[in-house]
């Protein structure tokens, strides 16, 4: 949607709308469209302030990040933690699971910014315009919870949005996206916060073996908690599947099959080509 040549005409517009928008509430999960949104307010210069949702539906790892990045910009935020699964429709992992996660969260993110004096300011997260066409039924909560979405308002895709992040010195422009751990599950699987806890932190465990091999680029990953785990990930070294195996076996996840696709995504396809073997 957003061509290289129109890039910085679509940075003004962004920056034009968030001015003409304060005061704002920035929902900030920690991930690169909500980073990115912050980021946009600060070079707006812009009334804002940002809200954190502290639960276990948010990888611990991305939580972490999300506070470090707030203190280390210097932004100004309220930390809000909250258990979505204390919501039955949430922990029931339904097709909708993520309209009553999205109601819950902003709906208490509207009585925190009440309960601190900060009411009168506009709501937004960091909703892009690719989001649109995808099958997220959050979308509809936003609506009706009058949420603002700027990136999507200024027709800004992914691939727009990270150009801008790099061009803007945001660090990490090419952070991977990293969906809510409710999404390592099938669809109507009753989940626990133990089971995300395990999930998160064996994940968290694989991502930090790579980093021990920094010449070489740390694939994504994924677990998926089916009949028996899947380890979706992006090509690696085949030598290192005897560590992976070790750490899994850590979180009491083996047996588990190894799924190595080009990339990994919220939710993922069986159909799509891949190349899968077994961890033994």
């Known amino acids: 949607m957003c061509q290289t040549d129109v890039v910085e005409d679509v940075l003004w517009d962004l920056l034009a709308l968030l001015q003409a928008k304060a005061p704002l509430a920035i929902a900030c999960s920690g991930g690169l469209d909500s980073r990115f949104l912050c980021h946009a307010a600060r070079l707006a210069k812009t009334d804002f302030l940002a809200i954190h949702v502290e639960g276990p539906h948010v990888p611990p ?8 990045y707030l ?3 210097d932004i100004a935020f ?16 339904s097709r909708k699971r993520c309209y009553f996660c999205k109601k819950i969260l902003f709906q208490s ?3 925190q910014l009440r309960h601190h004096g900060e009411a009168d ?3 937004c997260d960091g909703t892009n315009f690719d ?4 099958y997220r039924p959050g979308l509809l909560a936003l609506k009706e919870e009058g949420i603002f979405s700027p990136l999507a308002a200024c027709n800004m895709d992914k691939a727009c949005l990270r150009r801008l992040a790099k061009a803007t010195q945001l660090p990490n422009p090419n952070q991977p996206s990293s969906p809510c751990l409710l999404t390592r599950f099938p669809y109507d699987t009753q989940v626990s916060t133990d089971e995300l806890a395990r999930i998160g932190a064996c994940e968290e465990a694989l991502r930090t073996f790579f980093t021990r091999f920094p010449d ?10 089916c009949q028996e785990p899947i380890l979706q990930i992006t090509p690696f070294s085949p030598n290192l599947r005897q560590a992976l195996r070790e750490i899994l076996a850590s979180y009491k996840l083996l047996p588990c099959r190894l799924l190595i696709t080009e990339t990994v995504s919220g939710f993922f396809d069986r159909k799509e080509d891949h190349k899968e073997l077994p961890l033994l």
């Open 131 to 134: 989001d649109l066409g995808e």
């Open 61 to 68: 790892a991305e939580n972490r990040y999300a506070l470090q």
């Open 78 to 93: 309220l930390n809000l933690p909250l258990n979505p699964l204390d919501k039955p429709e949430v922990a029931a992992n």
């Open 121 to 123: 300011r506009l709501l």
């Open 109 to 111: 993110m509207k009585e």
């Open 71 to 73: 203190a280390d910009m």
């Open 216 to 225: 070489c680029p740390a694939p994504n990953l994924r677990l998926r908690i």
